[in-house]
């Protein structure tokens, strides 16, 4: 006789082990932890900024606002310098952002001269904070490698794009192309023109002490005087 066979049981199913993360997937674990903490460290840096100017804002002090070392500090920012300019980086490119828009929509140069000081100056008495930080606020120059703004790029940089309007007034049809200086006094003259508008009108408001046009009327009035006097060649 043959013994009858026994059913055995199932051997146990195997234990999954956790898989590891990706090694892909940690490097952008930590490029996403490194970057809020930089936007942590520029936001503390603009609020010393804000209240107490460049004096006050320090590698230590920044570093203590957030709650890190000093050496977490410097492994994102080189120096106190290049901290400070991109704490309002995002500010400038906003700003470079209207005037591109308003430069598109320009029908020839002293129309895109027009739109860009129109939207310039709503954008500073609009954003007084910001327009302060970015132009009225002394803070130590900073390298051009250190900022994260593109260099010569109208979408980021509003010099690029104040060079890009100068050299659109200054050509006439026929004649040479402006020099690459003539291009920079021009763009500096509007740039100065322009700036000087918008932080009287965010220094002193509505003062009574003297009568001005509305600003609106002032601006197109400005316009004109800079548009013939940047077209009128030098004797």
Same mark, same amino acid.
């Given at each position: *006789? ?9 051997? !146990? ?8 993360? !990706? ?11 490194? @970057? ?7 936001? +503390? ?6 209240? %107490?100017? +460049?004096?006050? #804002?320090? *590698?230590?002090? #920044? ?20 901290? &400070? ?16 828009? /308003? *430069? ?12 860009? /000081? ?13 327009? @302060? ?7 130590? /120059? ?6 994260? &703004?593109?260099? %010569? ?12 309007? +100068? +050299?659109?007034?200054?050509? @006439? !049809? ?27 009108? &965010? ?15 002032? &601006? ?6 800079? /548009? ?8």
């Amino acid at each position: *006789m043959t013994r009858p066979r026994t059913s055995e049981p199932p051997p !146990p199913s195997p234990q999954l082990e956790p898989h590891p993360a !990706p090694a892909a997937a940690r490097p952008r674990r930590r490029d996403k932890e490194q @970057q809020a903490r930089r936007r942590d460290l520029l936001a +503390a840096a603009r609020k010393l900024l804000r209240k %107490g100017g +460049a004096s006050a #804002v320090t *590698m230590r002090a #920044v570093a203590d606002a957030v709650g890190v070392s000093t050496t977490v500090v410097y492994a994102l920012f080189p120096d106190k310098a290049a901290l &400070i300019s991109q704490s309002v980086d995002d500010d400038l490119k906003r700003l470079s952002r209207h005037l591109q828009q /308003a *430069m598109a929509k320009a029908s020839d140069p002293r129309d895109a001269l027009r739109r860009v /000081a129109h939207t310039y100056v709503t954008f500073g008495v609009t954003h007084p904070q910001a327009y @302060q930080l970015m132009f009225m606020e002394p803070r130590p /120059a900073s390298a051009i490698a250190d900022s994260s &703004i593109e260099f %010569g790029n109208p979408e980021e940089d509003p010099y690029a794009l104040g060079r890009a309007l +100068a +050299a659109n007034l200054l050509r @006439q !049809p026929g004649a040479e192309p402006p020099a690459q200086a003539d291009i920079d006094t021009a763009a500096q003259l509007l740039w100065e023109a322009l700036h000087g508008v918008t932080s009287l009108r &965010i220094t002193l408001g509505d003062d009574p002490w003297f009568e001005r046009l509305p600003l609106e009327q002032h &601006i197109d009035r400005m316009v004109d005087v800079l /548009a013939a006097g940047l077209r009128r060649r030098p004797e």
